[in-house]
């Protein structure tokens, strides 16, 4: 970690994590102010929340801390939250309703048969990079399980793939010059103030949902764009807009994190060849606690906001209602009162209570056994493959503080039994 920096000095904005996570700054915030106030310069500030026990409790009180007025940073007027409102931006009841109607596919059970297709996935993602020597990992091999497994279940052609990757890309990086078709914070993203990441790539995923839709309402597959047209919620299908950006979130929020996971598994692995030694000693340890350190050393998403409806406090902290809350999950990763060591990467490590999914309650990510599944499945099938993996060139870090991503890791591997 690097020095401490003083309260007053704390930087949470996006230039704040182009180099890295600042975990020196969530451990002062986790020591001297668990609740403290941020004076975001992007708009009105926020209560950020660092303490693992809190990040719980927050989260699990939905009457108190809504997801209604926005689940991100940015400030949302009448308008733009009914156009942009997604299941992200609900409460229950009618968050349960829709996490309801694309559920069946993520539970564990139905996660659990999807391994063998999982593996065979895999395999013809590893088959296809590892002969190529030197490459980029996050083109190569981070980004290909999530998107294709996504496209299955969405029953997009896999052909496709490239392009809901890259739709993808340029929402989520809003914030980034390399992605970014309009930065969030330019004027001109005022034009696009009512769609998702005030970004024109959603125009786009949004024409193609529907003509997929319009497919699906002639002839329905088992798939869930299907549930998404013919299946209806209190005796109503969804809307136009309701279709938009249900699909939307399941585009983004299917491909990226798990994406992001892997890359920093593997650059952990890198990092720490110790611990990449205990998962060629014991491969079982991989599967069984490996991937949970994986998931919790990345932190793929660093945060969700709440807005509080009531006038409230918490840790003694009086909390006015309307003031947003925001809840820093890769800080609550690091939490000391809860993780032993916790700057260390342990592929051992357990119990390992990571709040990479959420904090809990009904907005617990609907795609966590699949996701950590992928991750169980690809460090399964490659590290057997690989004798050596080392990183040569800079890892490129994307310019936002929401997501923990990686752009770029060029490497060179040998594989088993090659010179």
Request: proline share 7%; hydrophobic share 40%; glycine share 6%.
């Amino acid at each position: 970690m690097a020095p401490l920096p003083a309260l007053d000095e704390i930087d949470l904005g996006n230039d704040a994590f182009v180099e890295r996570i600042p975990h020196e700054t969530f451990a002062l915030l986790r020591r001297e102010a668990p609740v403290w106030w941020y004076d975001w310069p992007g708009g009105r500030g926020f209560w950020c929340v660092t303490r693992h026990s809190d990040v719980v409790s927050v989260s699990r009180d939905t009457k108190t801390f809504s997801s209604a007025q926005g689940a991100n940073l940015e400030d949302l007027d009448e308008e733009m939250m009914a156009a942009r409102r997604s299941m992200l931006e609900t409460d229950p009841p009618r968050h349960t309703r829709l996490r309801g109607l694309v559920g069946p596919p993520f539970t564990p059970r139905a996660v659990k048969a999807y391994e063998l297709a999982l593996r065979e996935l895999t395999r013809e993602i590893l088959d296809r990079a590892l002969p190529l020597g030197e490459f980029d990992f996050v083109e190569e091999i981070a980004k290909e399980l999530p998107i294709r497994v996504l496209a299955r279940l969405l029953g997009t052609p896999e052909s496709d793939t490239d392009r809901l990757i890259d739709w993808g890309d340029r929402m989520i990086a809003n914030t980034d010059p390399d992605y970014a078709d309009v930065l969030h914070d330019s004027p001109a993203s005022e034009a696009y103030r009512l769609v998702p990441f005030r970004s024109p790539a959603a125009l786009e995923l949004f024409e193609y949902g529907h003509a997929l839709a319009a497919e699906r309402r002639r002839e329905p597959r088992d798939d869930l764009v299907s549930k998404l047209v013919h299946t209806e919620i209190d005796g109503e299908r969804l809307t136009e807009r309701e279709f938009d950006t249900m699909f939307l979130l399941l585009v983004v929020a299917g491909n990226e994190t798990t994406r992001q996971a892997i890359a920093h598994g593997m650059l952990a692995l890198v990092e720490h060849p110790d611990q990449w030694e205990r998962l060629r000693g014991d491969p079982q340890l991989a599967w069984e606690r490996g991937a949970d350190e994986i998931l919790r050393w990345s932190s793929p998403v660093l945060h969700f906001r709440r807005t509080a409806t009531a006038d409230t406090e918490i840790r003694g902290q009086p909390i006015a209602a309307g003031d947003k809350v925001v809840v820093w999950y890769v800080s609550a990763n690091f939490d000391e009162e809860v993780f032993e060591a916790p700057e260390r990467f342990d592929v051992g490590r357990s119990p390992n209570r990571h709040l990479t999914f959420g904090g809990g309650g009904p907005h617990y990510c609907l795609g966590a056994h699949l996701a950590k599944l992928e991750v169980q499945v690809l460090f399964d099938e490659l590290l057997p493959r690989l004798a050596a993996l080392e990183v040569t060139g800079p890892v490129e870090r994307m310019r936002t503080n929401f997501t923990n991503a990686i752009k770029r890791m060029p490497v060179r591997v040998t594989a088993r039994g090659a010179r």
